[in-house]
């Protein structure tokens, strides 16, 4: 049961609505996570703001959702499972080998896999990661700007991940369990 309200479009604090309108123009409805983050109307801004900023980035989708799902995995986030496990079969096209071996904090992609295997040790480790493991990223061919954006969106699910798993956010996507990984 969620600890604080869910909002929808007419319920919302009055400087949440425009984007909750942004939101539901977008993805065709308002997700639980939006309309609870509308709680904060400066919140739901800032979220917002970095991923629709992330969004233009330099890394390209499939890799953004296979660190989500990889991420949300890491953090044992069920409604950030279940969200990223649908846009990731429905929107970045992920088969569910690919999905699984996210979830295990790697990918069946070799130039994924490095980023995916970076993004879990920065959050596992909180940021600790060796000289190797930057130079790994290096030697897949990732830029600056994509090694930045890889840590970027460890934070920015991190905070969705924890953000969620607190206010126990009601699942509205087909549910996924968390897993132990393999």
Do not use: W
């Amino acid at each position: 049961m969620p600890r604080i309200p869910t909002h929808d479009l007419e319920s919302a604090p009055e400087k949440a609505k425009p984007l909750l309108e942004a939101v539901n123009k977008q993805i065709g409805r308002v997700p639980n996570i939006f309309g609870t983050i509308a709680n904060s109307p400066v919140a739901l801004e800032g979220y917002l703001a970095m991923s629709g900023a992330l969004a233009k980035g330099a890394l390209p989708a499939t890799t953004r959702e296979r660190i989500a799902l990889a991420i949300a995995q890491v953090n044992g986030c069920g409604y950030c499972l279940s969200a990223h496990t649908f846009f990731g079969r429905n929107v970045a096209k992920l088969d569910d080998a690919e999905i699984t071996a996210n979830r295990n904090g790697a990918s069946n992609d070799a130039t994924a896999d490095v980023a995916v295997r970076f993004a879990v040790k920065v959050a596992q480790n909180r940021g600790a990661v060796s000289e190797a493991d930057v130079a790994a990223l290096k030697a897949a061919g990732y830029s600056e700007a994509q090694m930045v954006e890889i840590v970027q969106h460890v934070a920015l699910n991190s905070f969705t991940n924890y953000f969620n798993e607190v206010f126990q956010t009601e699942i509205d996507f087909p549910e996924v369990a968390v897993f132990e990984p393999a």
